[in-house]
């Protein structure tokens, strides 16, 4: 009998087309949402209504982007099946789902982005990089003296750096292009100063002993 875990566990197996930071997501859909109840079930009980009915029950007591990322990952795992021909067809196409609340977005003013920069102590520089670039926090905290030109006022993005369950994975950025992104005169002379005394190969912005600026860590230290 084919179940679903084994089918989920050769799907993950394949994807080797995606970043490791996709994939600890997907792992952790599979191991939160998609298993607990597929598990030990076999794919030929896997139907239109047994999913629906799945997917209510998640919705009940989970939030609609965590419904929907469940609700993609079995359908990638079906998808698969019939790729190989085990299935005649997908039940997951189809299925309804239920509705992400869309907030319109709240944008900090230039003053409140200063303020929060003040707030942030040594992270002050950081803060500013971020909001008045637009850089994403794996593509700051991947950014090397070499990547900076102060003549010009422009950073090159051609890395980012997560960390995944303690370890760091360095790799392209998310678009897996590089990019060049301008800088505000009077913050591209604080960059340049940040820079005094480092190599090329040093981090543009790292922790007092050079290693890599993690997130929750800079929460904790500059905020909490």
């Known amino acids: 009998m084919l179940t679903v875990g084994h089918l989920a566990q050769d799907w993950y197996g394949s994807k080797i087309d995606v970043k490791p930071s996709s994939l600890e997501r997907y792992r952790q859909t599979l191991e939160q949402q998609v298993l607990p109840c597929w598990q030990n079930v076999s794919v030929a009980k896997g139907t239109a209504p047994a999913l629906q009915a799945w997917i209510n029950e998640l919705s009940r007591d989970r939030a609609p982007s965590t ?53 942030a102590g040594p992270g002050k520089l950081v803060v500013l990089t971020l909001g008045f670039t637009g850089l994403r926090w794996g593509e ?25 369950n303690g370890l760091l994975n360095w790799g392209t950025p998310k678009t897996h292009a590089t990019r060049t992104v301008p800088v505000p005169t009077w913050l591209a002379e604080r960059i340049t100063e940040s820079t005094a005394g480092k190599g090329p190969d ?23």
Do not use: C, Y
């Not at 040093?202 to 929460?219: E, F, H, M």
């Open 202 to 224: 040093d981090l543009l912005s790292s922790t007092p002993a050079g290693g890599v600026l993690q997130n929750k860590n800079a929460r904790r230290d500059w905020f909490d």
């Open 67 to 119: 419904v929907k990322k469940a609700h993609h990952a079995m359908s990638m795992i079906l998808d698969f099946a019939l790729r190989d021909r085990r299935i005649a067809a997908n039940p997951a196409s189809g299925i309804n789902l239920p509705r992400a609340r869309h907030d319109e977005p709240t944008f900090l003013t230039r003053e409140q982005l200063f303020t929060l920069a003040e707030k």
């Open 140 to 164: 700051m905290a991947a950014l090397k003296v070499q990547r900076w030109d102060g003549g010009r006022r422009r950073l090159t993005v051609a890395e980012s750096v997560t960390e995944i």
